[in-house]
């Protein structure tokens, strides 16, 4: 390439790059769908050193990570191959895979190994995806570029910019593709990295600190940020816009237009269908107000990490329906779900489940050790079609293995699964119910649960839903005893026991002092009512 260039253009080619972040991104390293209106005024805000914290926040594919995590981390050591830089992702192998791009770059872009030959690594330093090192002067321990996941220990290591790339990012369902939110466990791993992050920096204010994201919820780490740290500058754009108020989001309702012709209004329709009108606010709207609108709000989620012993059990199992049984990957899952309740304190706690695709024989092996294991009051079964069949294979199992449990058929033939889960809703505002943080799915399932839509998986949260008429009929059983025992004095306490004795004494004509001569009764000569009581 440097016959076909000539020095003075390599010099203007560096010059420019130098200058401009924005050409760098798309001349050099051949990122050409950066829009200049988009793009354009995030890369000169970038440019300015004297910023220090940044947030950037874009719609899902608009390039954010191409922008903010390589192109602008090559950009500055390109400039400066001293420089120290630590990329931060949800996981350190998402974080490796972010530096093995910029790996990538260097041994691939010729353009870019023509115009700083100075920094292109000889073979004599670190060179992989877990840590990168230009062609420096600085001796210090640390990389060019490092990786980090929120769940890594980095400890004796400094940064001059550290950049949270997506921290917070989604799962997917395995049976429909579709995008599932983060739990609120992973939100507080996030917002929690964040935190501790200061240590790490070179300097506490000439530093970088850059976050990179999208909107998940209300109080995920942009939120928490926005609340609690007002200095970082906000670099934010909407694929719908206020028309003429850039970086003002709004929905079509609203007058929102599309900003950006690669997602024209017909794109984010066709989005905004697929994806329903919650998450598309959140992920191209940057719209967080719509999270008010979910029906198991994030706030409903609680966790424990022990209960105390002497609770009572309740095992459910929702069957998967007879065509979907077996092992295949697109078939729905059978769910096998305990909870324990704590009458006195009004609690309920997820204490096991299991979310398989199983033939039957492997699915009662599941209940019967959600059985011998928690030792449940009753066990709750859908019997509707096929899942009767289930149950008279269960009773055989029980006289074979001589393991006798009061089994309960659930019938919701008139109830629909919508219906049955809305019904979990009021116990999880109420903060009566409470789960491990290990119980991602329940959670992910719980927080993109909607009535009005099907798709996905609901078999756990469908499972917990057939444990509310027993908590229900376990607390109603306990305000009853509570009722009977306030209405009775005599067993209130000890006062009330020795007032009882006391009225006794004094009315000698009650029992036990109205029996009368025991040998007149029995010859039947003197009635009870004509006893003669004789004083003591």
């Not at 409470?434 to 009535?451: C, G, T």
């Amino acid at each position: 390439m440097s016959e076909v260039l000539s020095e003075v253009t390599i010099k203007q080619l560096r010059q420019k790059s130098d200058e401009s972040l924005f050409f760098f991104a798309r001349a050099i390293l051949g990122f050409k769908d950066l829009d200049i209106d988009i793009h354009l005024p995030i890369c000169k805000a970038l440019e300015d050193e004297s910023t220090t914290r940044f947030m950037v926040v874009l719609p899902r594919s608009w390039f954010k990570s191409s922008l903010a995590s390589i192109a602008y981390s090559i950009w500055r050591a390109c400039k400066n191959p001293n420089i120290r830089i630590l990329i931060v992702q949800n996981s350190m192998t998402n974080a490796k895979k972010k530096v093995g791009s910029i790996k990538q770059i260097f041994d691939t872009n010729g353009l870019l190994q023509l115009l700083y030959p100075e920094v292109i690594n000889k073979g004599d330093r670190p060179w992989s995806a877990e840590c990168l090192v230009l062609n420096r002067t600085l001796s210090d321990p640390e990389g060019t570029f490092e990786p980090a996941g929120t769940g890594t220990a980095t400890t004796s290591r400094h940064y001059d910019i550290i950049i949270e790339d997506d921290t917070v990012a989604p799962d997917y369902d395995q049976m429909t593709g579709e995008i599932q939110q983060p739990t609120q466990a992973e939100i507080e791993k996030a917002i929690g990295w964040h935190k501790m992050c200061h240590p790490l920096l070179v300097h506490p204010t000439k530093s970088q600190i850059i976050i990179v994201g999208t909107r998940w919820a209300k109080e995920d780490l942009i939120g928490w940020i926005q609340e609690n740290s007002p200095n970082y500058k906000l670099l934010s754009r909407s694929a719908r816009e206020v028309h003429g108020k850039i970086g003002v989001a709004a929905t079509k309702e609203q007058g929102g237009v599309a900003v950006w012709d690669r997602f024209s209004d017909e794109v984010l329709t066709e989005l905004e269908l697929a994806l329903g009108p919650f998450m598309f606010a959140l992920l191209y709207l940057n719209i967080a107000d719509s999270c008010d609108n979910i029906i198991f709000k994030r706030a409903y989620i609680q966790y424990y990490d022990t209960i105390k012993p002497g609770l009572m059990y309740c095992t459910t199992l929702d069957p998967a329906p007879s065509d979907s049984t077996g092992k295949n990957t697109d078939s729905d899952y059978n769910a096998i779900l305990t909870t324990a309740i704590d009458v006195v304190e009004n609690k309920m706690y997820v204490v096991h489940y299991n979310q398989v695709r199983a033939d039957p024989g492997e699915v009662i092996d599941l209940l019967f050790n959600h059985v011998n294991a928690y030792k449940p009051s009753v066990v709750r079964v859908e019997s509707v079609a096929y899942q009767k069949t289930l149950i008279y294979w269960i009773r055989k199992r029980q006289y074979a293995d001589n393991n006798m449990f009061y089994i309960e058929e659930v019938k919701n033939a008139r109830v629909s699964k919508s219906a049955r889960i809305l019904a979990l809703q009021p116990w999880f505002a109420a903060g009566h119910v409470f789960m491990k943080r290990h119980h991602q799915d329940l959670e992910r399932q719980l927080m993109s649960f909607n009535p009005a839509k099907s798709l996905g998986h609901d078999d756990i949260i469908d499972a917990l839903s057939m444990h509310v008429d027993f908590w229900s009929k376990s607390l109603s059983l306990r305000r009853e005893e509570e009722k009977q025992r306030v209405n009775t004095p005599a067993y209130n306490d000890a006062s009330g026991v020795l007032e009882e004795l006391l009225g006794r004494c004094n009315v000698t004509k009650k029992a036990p002092y109205d029996i009368g001569n025991m040998r007149q009764r029995a010859l039947g000569k003197l009635p009870r009512k004509e006893v003669v009581h004789f004083a003591s």
